[in-house]
């Protein structure tokens, strides 16, 4: 037994998991910083909540260690079973008296659990579970819907909360099929759909008009009329510049194509119209510029990149915030969505250059871990990973510096939330338990 | 990962360091600046009297943009006003040169009184504070043209600081306007105090960041006398005109009345508005105009045979002795005695004696065209008058102070009678021009030009410029300028004959009127041609004639002669201030002079 745990201590990998403690102590010092207050400035506070937060992450690295000591096998074989627990959980959450609005969590003395977080890491062992199975292709249809299946329930869920943020997160495995094959084209194609649907989203918001030849017009359908003359310039320019060969062959293909594109715009109009509230609106025209508006909807945005932009070349110091704090104010959910600002403010540009940097090592790491696996599950697993703490950082930092609307997801490791930090934990530590065996697994 | 991360450290890198507005709204954010205001100088008379004092007051302000969740009705309730002021409030502080996210005036000038009553309640009212200040109030209700007033800085001198001045200035300071609270207006305001806040999200102020006291304003020691400032004032009750009293050994005043004289403290306060237009407008008598100084276009009238006399004797074209005949066919006389010398001519004021004098100093033979001789003249002429002070600019320190005019030849030449159709050069000679050898035709002075003549013949030949304040501050000192003496180019020797005359003038002649017991009072009548009405009577004097206390000039406007009225009040006024009590003849003097009215509500003043 001390033999063994010797074993993975002396395998687990060592940059990765320095990264993790760094990020994770980072963190909590930044939700002390955010939530601190003179009245009562020790650390270790139940009333407060870093109080909460130091007692989730030791029950985090407890857990951590736990999960080292867990044979790869029962990890991998326990996967469903995980997947069937959390599932559950996702459903009867939702009888839960509403938090905020949402039911979302279940209370526990002081405390509450968040069982949208652990499906994070559920999904993805039952992901890797399933195409690590023998005889699974990615390419094949049936497989495509199963994973697809495996997605849409823990999301559907979710989404009944509501919680449109974590659902989104959902969005990254792509990521992951890709990696394992899934064709190119059907990343691709969702990039195109993006941005075409974020332009078509703009246009609508922008509610300007045109005026061609003395017609005047919303900008939308000039757009709409745009994207009809690409998609045929393109179908002729393919079909009979680059590629004579393909002609006639790529027709379908380039028809059907277009009349998704158009397809599209048309649904955004309509939903910006039909089934976005007038808060959604809100956002994207704050987020696209068409309004700065400081006191209404744009309010979050205002005060967050008034505090990152207060902290200057080298920030103002630890503790030394005037906006991202609790004795301010400021920023509304400082210590939470928004612990990037606070980060920024007190340490300034050079900080949050460090916190990327550190961050995206951390990714790279998770990568280079993923890529490094015989085991098809471990590598499928790193990638979820990788891919969901990817996208929470993604929009999580690009809301906050005004990249994005504002999305209610967590910067992982430094949001304070218990169950996040519990969540994103028993993920690392799975990956560090597996890599660690990584040359004792033949498949 | 990498093109995100480049993506997001490009846009870190522009808002945190390369722009500066993040920084710049942030500080909007946190950054709570409260001005302190210092306290504004006092004003003291000569004898240590308070002329103007403050009185504690509090202003409303708010800040429109943050406004919000208010009980309207409440708040109305507790400022007792309507809802539709309100609104009219709110509005005024969010339009023009108010911004919406700065604080503007809501309610001024609460007395603390008031204040102390809406105080608890102003802080749960989002968006509204409450400043503590200091308004101007006058023990002696006395000297309103003089002291000025305080009031809110216009919009226009806020934009002229803000462009052209020192930035000193918020839009919610109050500046002096006028009379010596604009000219002292940097020495009385002090220095201005802050303190920064750092305030949370509610707009509670948490941290005090810094605070700069805030610098009283200087003290002023004025020259003025107020127990005679009062009863001058007292004196002019119903009617229009002038008094300006001068020490002439100094050159400080000791009175600057204007008739009809209001009371300062109308000017002080929220009823502010309501009074400056009924001043200004609605009153016929135009209130409002300082007169002493910035009626410049009174004629001397016969008070200016001093000028003539002395300027004569001085170019030595008569000698004290020369006498001419009382040739009423020159210009009109009454009868008196030969006039054998400038003493004689002087005392019975003889018209034709100072035409033939002014002949003299205009046509002195020196070229054959009479034209080019009294270009010559004149301009020898207007240089003597102009040392005596007339149509120069004194240099009071009052603002507003008018340079009144003594004709040269350019004036003859390209402005009289019109400037469209003036005589031209070479167009005219003394012929033309002599009514200005008795102090009428086109000379035009102000009171103060006139007393301060008086306190030139009281020192037998100079003057310091009349001026109001002795020192700025308990230990400050004059200003330099006010101690520097200007000599009339008239040498002393040759007062005497003046000062006897002048003597003569209130023992035996036009101005006996202005007679005290067993103290030798100088004077010269003036009557002033005013074709609307009954002519101006004036009356300059200074006495004791051996070591001057006091010099005088008096303007009654429609007084009809000089012995009539100026000369009786400004016996009064040397008596007031050389002794205090006045005599049982003075009494009596004094209820005629109270009891007189005249005004002329139907002149078109300009």
Known sequence: MENRAKNIIGKVDVPLLVLFLVLVFAGFFTVYSASFSEESPQIYSMDKAYGKQLVWIGISLVVGILILTLEGNFIRNSAYIVYGIVGLMLLIVLFMPAIKGAHSWFKIGSFTLQPSEFAKFATSLAIAHFLSTSGVKIQDAKTKVIVFFLIAVPGFLILQQPDPGTLLVFFSFIFVMYREGLSGNILLGMFFAVIIGVMAIFFKASDANVNVFGWEFGANYLYLFVIVVAVVLIHFGITYLVMPRYRGKKYITNIVGGAMALLLVFSCNYAYDNVFKDRHRDRFEVMFGLKLDRKGVGYNSYQALSAIGSGGAVGKGYLQGTLSNDKYKHVPEQSTDFIFCSWAEEWGFLGSLILIIVYAAFLIRIIMIAERQKSKFTRIFGYCTASILFFHFMINIAMVIGLAPVIGIPLPFFSKGGSAILGFSIMIFILLRMDSERKDVLR | MLVVSLVFGVRLLYVQVLNDDWKNRAEQITHHEITIHPARGLLYDRNGELLVAVNQVYDILVTPKEVKNIDTLQLCELFQISKEE?????????????????????????????????????????????????????????????????????????????????????????????????????????????????????????????????????????????????????????????????????????????????????????????????????????????????????????????????????????????????????????????????????????????????????????????????????????????????????????????????????????????????????????????????????????????????????????????????????????????????????????????????????????????????????????????????????????????????????????????????????????????????????????????????????????
């Open chain 2, 86 to 606: 309100f609104l009219q409030k709110i509005e005024y502080a969010s339009t023009g040169y108010n911004v919406s996210y700065k604080s503007s005036v809501f309610i001024e000038s609460m007395s603390k009184e008031e204040y102390s009553r809406i105080a608890p309640n102003l802080k749960s009212f989002n968006g509204f504070e409450s400043t503590r200040r200091t308004n101007r109030g006058y023990p002696y209700s006395v000297a309103a043209h003089v002291l000025g007033y305080v009031r809110k800085i216009s919009a226009e001198q806020y934009e002229e600081d803000q462009t052209l001045g020192e930035k000193y200035y918020n839009q919610n300071d109050y500046v002096g306007v006028t009379g010596l609270e604009k000219v002292y207006e940097k020495e009385l305001r002090g220095e201005r105090g802050s303190a920064y806040y750092l305030r949370d999200y509610a707009g509670n102020d948490k941290t005090n960041l810094d605070e700069t006291y805030a610098v009283a304003g200087e003290n002023l020691y004025t020259s003025l006398d107020v127990k005679l400032q009062a009863y001058g004032e007292l004196l002019m009750t119903n009617k229009l005109g002038s008094i300006v009293a001068i020490e002439p050994s100094t050159g400080e005043i000791l009175t600057l009345i204007s008739a009809p004289s209001f009371d300062p403290n109308k000017l002080s306060g929220r009823e502010f508005s309501e009074n400056y237009k009924e001043l200004l407008n609605n009153d016929t008598l135009k209130p409002i105009i300082n007169r002493p100084i910035y009626n410049d276009n009174y004629r001397p009238g016969s008070i200016f045979k001093l000028v003539q006399s002395l300027i004569a004797m001085q170019e030595g074209v008569i000698t004290e002795n020369t006498g001419f005949a009382c040739n009423k066919a020159l210009i009109n006389c009454h009868s008196h005695e030969h006039p054998s010398n400038v003493q004689i001519a002087i005392q019975h004021s003889c018209n034709p004696y100072f035409y033939q004098v002014y002949k003299r100093l205009i046509q002195r033979g020196e070229k054959t065209s009479i034209f080019k001789d009294s270009r010559l003249g004149i301009e020898k002429w207007n240089a003597s008058v102009k040392s005596f002070g007339l149509g120069t600019k004194l240099n009071t320190d009052i603002p507003g102070v008018k340079t009144g005019r003594i004709p040269d030849a350019n004036y003859y030449d390209n402005e009289f009678p019109s400037k469209s159709n003036p005589y031209g050069k070479h167009r005219w000679a003394f012929s033309t021009i002599y009514s200005n050898s008795i102090g009428e035709g086109e000379i035009g002075v102000s009171p103060l030009q006139m007393a301060n003549l008086a306190a030139i013949i009281a020192n037998r030949g100079y003057y310091y410029t009349p001026h109001l304040v002795k020192k700025i501050g308990k230990d400050g000192e004059k200003r330099p300028e006010y101690l520097e003496k200007h000599f009339a180019m008239a040498d002393a020797k040759y007062y005497d004959p003046v000062v006897n005359a002048m003597e003569q003038v209130v023992l035996n002649g036009t101005a006996r009127g202005a007679q005290i017991d067993s103290l030798s009072v100088c004077g010269k009548t003036g009557t002033v041609q005013n074709e609307t009405f009954n002519d101006h009577s004036v009356f300059i004097a200074f006495a004791p004639k051996e070591n001057p206390k006091i010099a005088i000039a008096v303007y009654v406007e429609y007084g009809t002669w000089g012995g009539l009225w100026a000369a009786k009040i400004a016996s009064l006024m040397i008596e007031k201030y050389l002794r205090e009590e006045l005599s049982e003849k003075g009494k009596k003097k004094e209820q005629e002079v109270l009891d007189a009215i005249i005004l002329d509500k139907h002149s078109d003043f300009k």
